[in-house]
Nanobody
Framework: QVQLVESGGGLVQPGGSLRLSCAAS????????MGWYRQAPGKQRELVAI???????NYADSVKGRFTISRDNAKNTVFLQMNSLEPEDTAVYYC??????????WGQGAQVTVSS
């Protein structure tokens, strides 16, 4: 069993910053990568950023230049530094862990609200 625990969400004003963390624990084998997705009310879940164990990254166009994903492989933890936040970034942010041969796991979600 794998558990993903997210932290760092909250309310921030436009232009502000937040840092999300996601720590994985349990029976973790052959991690391919970890990532962040988000789902706004009435919209489908979408990719925000992903990072492989080798450190390769990919970002949604809407967050490039503003968000940075990083990871601590030794602690099975992934981070998302979010700068210059906009109201359109308001969503529930989900952490995802992808393994080789054992499927993928999701966190419970962290609410991020950008509002003045």
């Amino acid at each position: 069993q794998v558990q993903l625990v997210e932290s760092g969400g909250g309310l921030v004003q436009p232009g502000g910053s937040l840092r999300l963390s996601c720590a994985a624990s349990g029976s973790i084998f052959r991690i391919v990568g970890m990532g962040w997705y988000r789902q706004a009310p009435g919209k489908q879940r979408e990719l925000v950023a992903i990072i492989t164990q080798a450190g390769d990254t990919n970002y949604a166009d809407s967050v490039k230049g503003r968000f940075t994903i990083s990871r601590d492989n030794a602690k099975n933890t992934v981070f998302l530094q979010m700068n210059s936040l906009e109201p359109e970034d308001t969503a529930v942010y989900y952490c995802k862990l992808v393994t080789l041969g054992r499927g993928a796991y999701w966190g419970q979600g962290a609410q991020v609200t950008v509002s003045s």
